[in-house]
Structures are given as structure tokens and as C-alpha cells.
């Protein structure tokens, strides 16, 4: 009998070893310039962070998000922690600042008219594109897009049709974490090409002084969450306390998706159907 070639049993071995199953999603453990390469040719790249990914048995919208992205990288320290320590396993953290660096480094990301900007506010706009023009990357006015506070359901035809005229080859949203995941989805789904969504949250605020400055060792070390509590103990310190919640999560599903909150009572009412008919 002819068998397949070990050459090819290898790269498929070599792939399968890039990702990992974590509650349910699709995490990419290669390094942040092997991320970038497979979502530069178009996909939407999520950076999920622990005080989100509790929130996965509640909040619908943001599961699908996930379960949609094309590349999620492993921001959160605390959900690599539990992860290595409960499968004994060993992969990297890869942070968000971490892949912006990596991602600013690129040509076309660096030439005009190649990609739009989606920033939170004026005054964000304002100070990553001044931030950014000391790295050489001179912005134009029109390739930046102000989101608009999206209440409920993501939709927005203005940014659809901007990115239909111009045709972008890269979209990078810097949005709060738990909305940017649902307009990467929303714009991955409702165009009629596909261009590479970058979703990289807060990251480019830690450069340009819109948020607390994060050093490089302190990020390689995982502490960027102590600097942004030290730096607004109100806003910051019951968000990361409520991360906790990740742990018993973790510890539960490991590499499974959490039921949502309805299913267990689902769950229970068919059992007693079950019961109630013998």
C-alpha cells in the first residue's frame, strides 16, 4: 500500500502544534510576526483579555465574536498561567503590545491609503496619530474612522461604505475590548472582500500616552494590568478583581466553550421530562 510521504505528516503535525483549544476557542500560539503573516492576506485577529473571556457564558455577542475571529492570540497572563499549570503544558504569551510592535514594523502598514484607523474618540485619535508619526507613519485625516458609541447590537453603515470605496487592505481598531471583537465580526461578515482586522484594543494607547505608559519588560512579564490599576485604581481594579472569575471557568472547561447561561437549566428541565416520563 502507498503511503503518504513523512514529509507531509510532519508540516500537518508542525500546524496542529501552532494552536491551541482554549474554552472553546481557537488560540494561535506561534509568535506575533507568525500571526501577522497569516492575517495580513485578510482575517480578522482578536486579542481576548481575561476580564472579557469571563464573561463568555453570559454575553453572546462576544462568543460569537471569538468564534468567528480568524487568529486569537494569547494576550491574557492569567489565562496562560491556567492553562500551562493545569495541562502541564508550556506555550507564550504573545500581548497585544507586543503584536502592534511586530504589526507598525510592516511596509504597507506603514504606507498611506493602506489602512484605516478606527479610533475610540477625538482626543484618542489625536494623540496615537502624533504618537505615530514619531515612528515615521504619517496618518492621513481620511484614513481615520471616530467609531461611534455602539449601544446594543454593532452596525455601521458609515464604515461599511468607507471601507467599500477605499477598499483598505488592513482595518486596525483601537475600541474598548468586548465591542472591537463584535465590529471586527460585523465587518468581516458584511463586506464584499476581506481585509486583514487587526483588533488590538488599548495597545497603541500604551505608546501614545492616551493610557499609562507600559514598559517592554514589564509587558514581557505580564504586568501590564498592574500598571493600568496603579494608574486608575477606580476604573481598573474591580475590572481585574472580576477577572478572577476566569479561574474556576478554566478549571471547569479547560478546552471546552462554556455552556451559556441557559443551557444547564435546559439541561435540567429535559432531565426531569425524561424522569417524569418513566
Not at 476557542?25 to 483579555?49: D, T, Y
Request: aromatic share 8%; glycine share 6%.
Amino acid at each position: 500500500m502507498k503511503q503518504n510521504p513523512p514529509v507531509r505528516v510532519c508540516a500537518l503535525s508542525t500546524e496542529s502544534e501552532k494552536f491551541r483549544q482554549i474554552l472553546g476557542i481557537r488560540f494561535f500560539v506561534g509568535s506575533a510576526q507568525e500571526s501577522i503573516e497569516r492575517v495580513k492576506q485578510g482575517g480578522l485577529l482578536v486579542v481576548p483579555a481575561a476580564p472579557a473571556l469571563k464573561d463568555l457564558p453570559q454575553n453572546q455577542a462576544y462568543r460569537e465574536a471569538l468564534l468567528g475571529a480568524d487568529i486569537a492570540i494569547t494576550d491574557s497572563t492569567l489565562m496562560v498561567l491556567l492553562w500551562n499549570w493545569i495541562n502541564q503544558d508550556s506555550i507564550q504569551r504573545v500581548s497585544g503590545l507586543q503584536y502592534l510592535k511586530e504589526l507598525l514594523k510592516d511596509s504597507c502598514i506603514q504606507c498611506p491609503g493602506n489602512t484605516l484607523w478606527v479610533m475610540a474618540n477625538p482626543v484618542s485619535a489625536q494623540k496615537n496619530l502624533d504618537w505615530l508619526r514619531t515612528q515615521g507613519i504619517d496618518v492621513p485625516l481620511e484614513d481615520i474612522y471616530l467609531a461611534p458609541m455602539y449601544d446594543g447590537q454593532v452596525i455601521d453603515q458609515p464604515l461599511l461604505e468607507k471601507l467599500r470605496s477605499h477598499r483598505y487592505q488592513h482595518v486596525v481598531v483601537t475600541i474598548g475590548g468586548g465591542t472591537q471583537e463584535r465590529l471586527g465580526l460585523y465587518i468581516k461578515q458584511n463586506l464584499n472582500y476581506l481585509p486583514a482586522i487587526h483588533c488590538i484594543g488599548a495597545a497603541i494607547a500604551f505608546l501614545s500616552g492616551d493610557q499609562v505608559q507600559i514598559p517592554t519588560w514589564a509587558d514581557h512579564l505580564g504586568l501590564g494590568w498592574f500598571f493600568r490599576c496603579m494608574s486608575s485604581p477606580k476604573n481598573y481594579i474591580p475590572r481585574y478583581w472580576a477577572a478572577r472569575k476566569l479561574v474556576p471557568l478554566m478549571i471547569q472547561y479547560r478546552d471546552e466553550l462554556p455552556r451559556t447561561e441557559a443551557e444547564p437549566h435546559s439541561s435540567f428541565f429535559k432531565n426531569l421530562n425524561i424522569r417524569a416520563q418513566h
